[in-house]
């Protein structure tokens, strides 16, 4: 058998083998349905699938609940799915005049951002060296960190923080339709300036 089953605060929990293949899943869920547990009067116990690290698709999904619809033998309280986990993307180039870059997910930033180049930012991203050069949020709920602004240009909805010189953990981000600069002692700067 591949499933497991143990009961937890009232609740079946049905352990899935995550290995095994789906269809055997399905046969050994409708045979343990089938068991003289599952075949008294009026009990329907809630049940809880748990499918470790398997992955599964929309159409083994859609089985599964046929099945439990078909035996009418429990009642479906949920599944535990494997979550995707936001994984930090690191940059080390240096990034000259001229150049331009574009970060698509959380990122932090170890190189230099020199005097004429372009970040373009869909995610967060996080500087550790010197930003010099122009920022760019391609959305207003992107987030910028560094603790090294020298002169550097924020560009957020249109918005832009001219000259940002920081020597302390800065966040910029965009909020009641101004950018804002956000140093770790809690105080937080009005900067707006519209781009024509």
Known sequence: MNIEVKGVNGVLVLKVNQFCDFDTVLNDLNMLLE?????????????YFDFGCRYLKKEEL?????????????????LSLPHVQNQLEIKRQQLRNGEELFIDKETLFLGTVNPGSYVYCYDNVYF????????????????????????????????????????????????DNCIKAKKEDGYEQNYCSYIG
């Open 35 to 47: 068991q003289p547990i599952f075949q008294q009067d009026g009990y329907y116990p809630r049940a």
């Open 62 to 78: 859609n089985h599964l609940i046929m099945l439990i619809k078909q035996k009418k033998k429990i009642l479906f309280d949920g």
């Open 128 to 175: 550790l060296n010197t930003v010099r050069g122009t920022i760019v949020a391609m959305n207003e709920n992107v987030k910028i960190y560094g603790h090294d602004f020298q002169n550097a240009q924020i560009v957020i909805n249109q918005e832009t923080l001219h000259d940002l010189t920081t020597s302390a953990l800065t966040s910029v981000y965009y909020k």
